[in-house]
């Protein structure tokens, strides 16, 4: 047996292996599906977000799970695409606050089809119980590993 063979072989036998590639296959096909809409899964995720209220670029990278400096040059991205636009916020004027603008609106509830599908699609591959369970199971495991 070579050298890749045994560290697959190792691999296989690692639950981070699992977690690690069926959270690259979910992205991968969010990104498939998201792509003619002209965004990103992150780019998605913000909107998503922004559908519920306007939030500041630190809100909106910790509800995203981005470093602040990612999400100003994605709220870049999606100011120049109109999808966004920021102003200055009633509390504090030098924090920005983005809201979706109207064809960010009209973008967002074509993309978030796309998406919903993608999850109904996973869903779908588990019975009520099961689906249940897995959600369990790995709230379990980020619990776990968030105390440390």
């Known amino acids: 047996m070579g050298v890749e063979e045994r560290i697959a072989e190792s691999l296989e ?4 292996t699992f977690l690690k590639r069926s959270e690259q296959a979910l992205m991968a096909e969010k990104h498939r599906v998201l792509k003619p809409f002209g965004l990103s899964v992150p780019q998605y995720a913000a909107l ?3 559908s519920v ?22 709220l870049s ?35 978030n089809e796309a998406a919903l599908a993608v999850e109904a699609r996973l869903s779908a591959a588990f019975t009520d119980d099961e689906e249940k369970s897995l959600r369990e199971l790995l709230q379990r495991a980020i619990s776990t590993l968030s105390d440390g």
């Open 77 to 111: 991205t999606l100011e120049a695409k109109k999808l966004i636009e920021r102003t200055p916020s009633d509390v504090h004027a030098q924090v920005l606050v983005a809201k979706l603008t109207r064809s960010g609106h009209a973008v967002f509830r074509k993309a």
């Open 53 to 74: 209220a306007p939030l500041s670029g630190a809100q909106l990278a910790r509800i995203c799970y981005v470093t602040p400096q990612s999400m100003a040059s994605l």
């Open 48 to 50: 998503n977000a922004l």
């Open 13 to 16: 036998t690692r639950l981070g």
